[in-house]
T-cell receptor, first 113, second 112 residues
């Protein structure tokens, strides 16, 4: 099983930088994902980390420390359209070719002018 | 590029009825996940399949069953529907343990 924690809500100003943290506890770690989800829509993939370090993708970056069970998503130059829920998800290998992808409860980000 | 396709997009059923949701994964993706997402909730893992075999099981009620067919599409069968089953149901597909899972647009099930 897994225990994934992330803040429930955050507010940031347009043009600023925001960091959304995620901590997890799991065995059989096989990758950490960040998804963006607008209300009523499907989650869309943002980033994927399986090794320690920083992955940068345009305005979005994601960091992973496997030893600490910690990740963060960094959003730069915030835009109003970035207002959404950001979901941290951990994939766990549970043996015999079985993988489970479990989501945290999501962080609702509000970008204000 | 082809994406994950779910049908129907919307479904309204009465209590105690049955519903079947369909998911067509991205071609060459061999793993399918099903999720249930209630209003304001995070996606809850229901069940997954790898190469047409059930791979893992989450919080799927006994009233629900699912399978993956030879063409890799998957169906989620829901019986004795309850009001609390009203939710968005997402299907996602991936290449086993590699890379990200891609989500379909979801099926919004309303039980009245």
């Amino acid at each position: 099983g897994q225990n994934i924690d992330q803040p429930t809500e955050m507010t940031a100003t347009e043009g600023a930088i925001v960091q959304i943290n995620c901590t997890y506890q799991t065995s059989g770690f096989n990758g950490l994902f960040w998804y963006q989800q607008h209300a009523g829509e499907a989650p869309t993939f943002l980033s994927y980390n399986v090794l320690d370090g920083l992955e940068e993708k345009g305005r979005f970056s994601s960091f992973l420390s496997r030893s600490k069970g910690y990740s963060y998503l960094l959003l730069k130059e915030l835009q109003m359209k970035d207002s959404a829920s950001y979901l941290c998800a951990v994939r766990e290998y549970s043996g015999a070719g079985s993988y489970q992808l479990t989501f945290g409860k999501g962080t609702k980000l509000s970008v204000i002018p | 590029a082809a994406g994950v396709i779910q049908s129907p997009r919307h479904l309204i059923k009465e209590k105690r009825e049955t519903a079947t949701l369909k998911c067509y994964p991205i071609p060459r993706h061999d793993t399918v996940y099903w999720y249930q997402q209630g209003p304001g909730q995070d996606p809850q893992f229901l069940i997954s399949f790898y190469e047409k075999m059930q791979s893992d099981k989450g919080s799927i009620p006994d009233r629900f069953s699912a399978q993956q067919f030879s063409d890799y599409h998957s169906e989620l069968n829901m019986s004795s529907l309850e009001l609390g089953d009203s939710a968005l149901y997402f299907c996602a597909s991936s290449v086993r343990g590699l890379g990200e899972a891609f989500f379909g647009q979801g099926t919004r099930l309303t039980v009245v």
